[in-house]
C-alpha cells in the first residue's frame, strides 16, 4: 500500500464468532455464510476463515459476486440469491453455482433448456416482502411436478426471507404462516436443505423445526442483538409498559434471548498525512463551514466519503485519545482537532476500536451497521491479520 489508509480485518475473530455461533447454536445442518456486498465490506478473502470456523454454503446476490468468490475456494457451493439470466447457465454450471427460481415465468423457461450438466436450484418463496419468489402453493406444487423432467435440474433447497426481527410485529409470524400454507401439499422432509432464517431469527426465536439451514450475515461479522435481560428496576418498568401495551403491541411469544460472544474484526486505519496550527476565525474545509472558535491544532488524515466514511463521522482516536473531526467531510480527507501530543505520521483510528465500535459509530451517524460495514470501499486495501500472517488485498 503506498496510501496509509487500510482495514485491517482479523480473520480469526471471523472464525471465533462461527464457532461461537455454532455452539450457541449447533442443531443446524446448514450454516449458510451470507457474503454479498465484497462479504459485509470485509472482502471475499475471508471466507475460508468462515469456512474453517464452520460454514458449509456461502450466498451471495450476483453472479459476478460468486465467480470472485471462487478464486478463493473451488469446493464450497454458492447459492446466489436474486435469479440469473438463464443466457448465463453454463457459468453456473462451470463454476457449481447453485442457482434461485423466483417466478414461474423464468421457472418455465428453465425446464425448456437443454443442460449438459446438473445444476441445483433452490426455490425461494415470497412470505411477505413482495420482492422475489412463489407466493402460492399450486405454482409450487407445479415446480415439483414438473422438475423431474428434466434430468439435470436438482432441486436440492426451498427458502424465504423474513422482512423484520418479529419481535415486536406480527408480520415475522405471518411470513412463518405463509411459508407453511405455500408448503401445505409438500413433505419438507424431502426437500434436501430448507432455510428461512438470517441472523435477527437465529438469535430471537426458537429454531423452526422443519428448518434445517441458516443464513448468517450480520452476526457473523460480529454484530448480535441482544434481548434486555429482565433484571433490576430497568428491566421491571420496561417489562411492566411492555405487560400494558401487550394489547395493543405483538410482542412475540417466541423471543427468546442469546449467550453469544462475538467480536467484529475490523479496524480502519489512516495516518495524520498534514499537520498545521491556525488562529482564531481561520476557516476550515469546503464550504469554510468550520470557523475556528480559538488558536487551533488541525491534522489532516487520508481519508474520505470515496472511502466510504460517513459523512456525518464526528470522531477519531489517535494515540489511544479520541479528537473530533470538524468542517466537511470531503471526498479524500477529513480534518481533526488535535493537540500538541499528535505528530506527523501518527496513527489514526477512523472506527472499529474499542473507543469507536461499529455500532456506536453507526448510531452517531445515524446509519444502520450494515450500511457502515458496507460503505468501505474497494480504494481501501484490506490488511488480513491470521495468527502471525499478514496479507494485503486490494479487491
Ligand atoms: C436473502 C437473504 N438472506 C440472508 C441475509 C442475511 O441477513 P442478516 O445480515 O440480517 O443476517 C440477507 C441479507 O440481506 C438476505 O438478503
Not at 496509509?4 to 482479523?10: A, G, I, S
Not at 470472485?68 to 453456473?92: A, G, M, S, W
Request: with cysteine; proline share 4%.
Amino acid at each position: 500500500m503506498y496510501r496509509r489508509t487500510y482495514l485491517e480485518v482479523n480473520c480469526d475473530k471471523l472464525k471465533n464468532n462461527i464457532i461461537n455461533i455454532k455452539q450457541n447454536y449447533p442443531d443446524y445442518e446448514y450454516y449458510f455464510g451470507v457474503v454479498k456486498g465484497n462479504a459485509y465490506g470485509h472482502g471475499g478473502y475471508i471466507i475460508n476463515s468462515l469456512i474453517s470456523g464452520g460454514v458449509n454454503y456461502l450466498a451471495v446476490s450476483s453472479l459476478e459476486e460468486a465467480i470472485k468468490l471462487r478464486q478463493y475456494n473451488t469446493e464450497i457451493p454458492i447459492l446466489v440469491l436474486e435469479p440469473i439470466h438463464l443466457e448465463f447457465l453454463d457459468k453456473c454450471m462451470k463454476y457449481n453455482i447453485t442457482i434461485t427460481v423466483s417466478n414461474m415465468e423464468y421457472f418455465r423457461e428453465l425446464i425448456t433448456i437443454e443442460l449438459p450438466k446438473q445444476i441445483k436450484i433452490h426455490v425461494k418463496l415470497d412470505t411477505g416482502m413482495s420482492r422475489l419468489g412463489i407466493t402460492n402453493a399450486s405454482d409450487l406444487n407445479e415446480i415439483l411436478q414438473k422438475l423431474p423432467n428434466n434430468k439435470n435440474l436438482y432441486l436440492e433447497g426451498l427458502y424465504t426471507h423474513f422482512a423484520t426481527s418479529g419481535i415486536n410485529d406480527k408480520h415475522w409470524d405471518n411470513q412463518l404462516e405463509k411459508f407453511k400454507e405455500i408448503t401445505k401439499d409438500i413433505d419438507l422432509s424431502t426437500i434436501p436443505i430448507v432455510h428461512m432464517g438470517r441472523s435477527l431469527t437465529l438469535v430471537t426465536h426458537p429454531k423452526i423445526p422443519f428448518c434445517n439451514g441458516i443464513r448468517l450475515g450480520i452476526v457473523m461479522y460480529g454484530m448480535a442483538q441482544k434481548m434486555p435481560v429482565s433484571r433490576g428496576f430497568k428491566a421491571f418498568l420496561r417489562n411492566f409498559r411492555n405487560n400494558r401495551n401487550k394489547k395493543k403491541l405483538h410482542i412475540s411469544p417466541t423471543v427468546t434471548t442469546n449467550n453469544l460472544d462475538l467480536n467484529t474484526a475490523i479496524t480502519l486505519y489512516s495516518e495524520v498525512m498534514d499537520i498545521r496550527k491556525i488562529s482564531a476565525n481561520d476557516f476550515v474545509g469546503y464550504g469554510a463551514l468550520f470557523i475556528a472558535p480559538k488558536v487551533m491544532i488541525i491534522a489532516t488524515v487520508p481519508i474520505g466519503y470515496a472511502d466510504g466514511i460517513p459523512k456525518k463521522i464526528k470522531h477519531v482516536v489517535i494515540n489511544d485519545k479520541i479528537y473530533n473531526v470538524v468542517g466537511e467531510v470531503c471526498m479524500d480527507m477529513i480534518s481533526v482537532v488535535v493537540d500538541e501530543n499528535v505528530n506527523l505520521y501518527d496513527k489514526v483510528t477512523i472506527l472499529g476500536s474499542d473507543k469507536l465500535p461499529i455500532k456506536k459509530v453507526a448510531n452517531e451517524c445515524g446509519i444502520s451497521s450494515y450500511t457502515l460495514f458496507e460503505g468501505i470501499t474497494n480504494r481501501v486495501p484490506r490488511v488480513y491479520i491470521e495468527g502471525d500472517t499478514t496479507t494485503e488485498i486490494s479487491y
